[in-house]
T-cell receptor, first 112, second 114 residues
Framework: GNSVTQMEGPVTLSEEAFLTINCTYT??????LFWYVQYPGEGLQLLLK?????DKGSNKGFEATYRKETTSFHLEKGSVQVSDSAVYFC???????????FGTGTQLKVEL | ETGVTQTPRHLVMGMTNKKSLKCEQH?????MYWYKQSAKKPLELMFV???????ENNSVPSRFSPECPNSSHLFLHLHTLQPEDSALYLC?????????????FGPGTRLTVL
């Protein structure tokens, strides 16, 4: 079956530090890959996505590259801000189905 | 503003109560979803409706009963819940046309079962 593994949090960084949140997956076929973000007290918002190998998704300074050879989709940002503090979820979907498989989420805390 | 609204935002209920969660999407989508989010666990997909028909039910206990009267509204009827059902319940919608459809989430209902 499909599964997504994320690094455990919380991840605590100082403002302007470099961020990496690791995500690896197991899937049948060729999945589409997603990063969602959940700010405190809110639902999930799509942050970025990639649909095929070597695609790079990017948004709001975040980026992630679909690496088929390592089955990874690591999230990166060059300089984090306090406002980036949230929980980040990696997810995948295979085929034409509706089902998203999520990781457990990684909490990011950015301090001044 | 994501275009998906949920009410109520917070709900406290006893184990013998009956309540309903409501979700409304303003995006013209044709699929809607219920998810359960518990601490330190992956989001659990509960139900999927596509074109107002239930297409997935992930072994959810019968004390949770979904209803989708039209493509814009989705309900989750709750009865005789257990304390372990306390969680954040998220609704989402999408337009299912190909493998890259994006799910848009509401803010969730924080449910506490006493």
């Amino acid at each position: 079956g499909n599964s997504v593994t994320q690094m455990e949090g919380p991840v605590t960084l100082s403002e302007e530090a470099f961020l990496t949140i690791n995500c690896t997956y197991t899937a049948t076929g060729y999945p589409s890959l997603f990063w969602y973000v959940q700010y405190p007290g809110e639902g999930l918002q799509l942050l970025l996505k990639a649909t095929k190998a070597d695609d790079k998704g990017s948004n709001k300074g975040f980026e992630a590259t679909y690496r088929k050879e390592t089955t990874s989709f690591h999230l990166e940002k060059g300089s984090v801000q306090v406002s980036d503090s949230a929980v980040y979820f990696c997810a995948l979907r295979t085929g034409g189905g509706n089902k998203l498989t999520f990781g457990t989420g990684t909490q990011l805390k950015v301090e001044l | 503003e994501t275009g998906v609204t949920q009410t109520p935002r917070h709900l406290v209920m006893g184990m013998t109560n009956k309540k309903s969660l409501k979700c409304e999407q303003h995006l013209g989508h044709n699929a809607m979803y219920w998810y359960k989010q518990s601490a330190k666990k992956p989001l659990e997909l509960m139900f999927v409706y596509s074109l107002e028909e239930r297409v997935e039910n992930n072994s959810v206990p019968s004390r949770f009963s979904p209803e989708c009267p039209n493509s814009s509204h989705l309900f989750l009827h709750l009865h005789t819940l257990q304390p372990e059902d306390s969680a954040l319940y998220l609704c989402a919608s999408s337009q299912t046309h190909d493998r890259v459809d994006t799910q848009y989430f509401g803010p969730g209902t924080r449910l506490t079962v006493l």
